[in-house]
């Protein structure tokens, strides 16, 4: 499924890519974030970009709260944190982006 999903969005087809995202985090076990750790930051990662995309906030916000709790570093919570603050900039949040 992230294959898929990477060529879907190489197609510029973020909403077929998303599906493919979301397949692959459904599949995932209860402790996907200790067991497979890169595969999951990879999916939400590439899943919030779709949902980003598609104009999808509410996916956005529930996708980036998981790698936010769960990543390890800040470098890996840096791509959703930038996606949630561009998610908020268009939708006239810039105060509270810049909070973020």
Not at 14 to 40: C, T
Not at 55 to 75: P, T
């Amino acid at each position: 499924n992230l294959q898929a999903g990477k060529k879907a969005m190489e197609m510029s087809d973020f909403v077929l890519a998303y599906s493919y995202f979301d397949n692959g985090i459904s599949f995932l076990r209860k402790k996907h974030w200790e067991e497979h750790y890169k595969l999951s930051l990879e999916l939400f990662d590439l899943a919030a970009r779709c949902a980003l995309t598609n104009g999808d906030i509410v996916s956005l916000k529930l996708l980036s709260e998981q790698v936010i709790a769960y990543g390890r570093s800040y470098e890996d919570k840096l791509n959703v944190l930038y996606l949630v603050t561009c998610s908020l900039a268009f939708s006239s949040k810039l105060p509270e982006s810049i909070e973020k």
